[in-house]
Every structure is written in C-alpha cells, then in structure tokens.
C-alpha cells in the first residue's frame, strides 16, 4: 500500500532563550502567516520580518521574541 503525504505549515513563537513557546499547525502557509500576524498584533514589542534562517520559511523578531514558519511533510 502506497503512503500518501501532504504539507503542512508550522508558526511557531518563542523566546531567544528560552525556545518555542507556542505552535500552530496549519495547512496553507497563509494560515500560517495571518497566525503569526495575529500574535505580532497582540504584542508590544515592535516587530520586524527578516531573511528566513535555516530551515524557517518566514520569520520575524520582536524585543527577544521570534516567530518562525516551517514547512513540514506529514505521511497519512
């Protein structure tokens, strides 16, 4: 039996010491990025989106916090 896969987009926000903090899993990188658009409009540190690090597909800092989209391969 074939194992089918599918992608999908993990935000997650973490602090630059202590790691990620929260996660959300969604399955269009749009959903992704309007969640972390939702926690950087609840936060007062002044935000900025810089190149993608590493494996991240979009990220941002804030202060010391971050947010970090990645993309995953799930199998079903």
């Not at 399955?27 to 991240?56: C, H, M, N, R």
């Amino acid at each position: 039996m074939k194992k089918e896969s599918m992608n999908i987009y993990m935000a997650a926000l973490g602090e630059k010491s202590e790691g990620i903090g929260y996660t959300s899993l969604h399955y269009t990188l749009e959903g992704a990025v309007k969640q972390a658009k939702k926690w950087i409009s609840e936060s007062y540190f002044e935000w900025k989106e810089l190149p993608a690090q590493g494996s991240d597909i979009r990220y941002w800092e804030g202060g010391c916090d971050y947010i970090e989209i990645k993309e995953r391969k799930i199998q079903n």
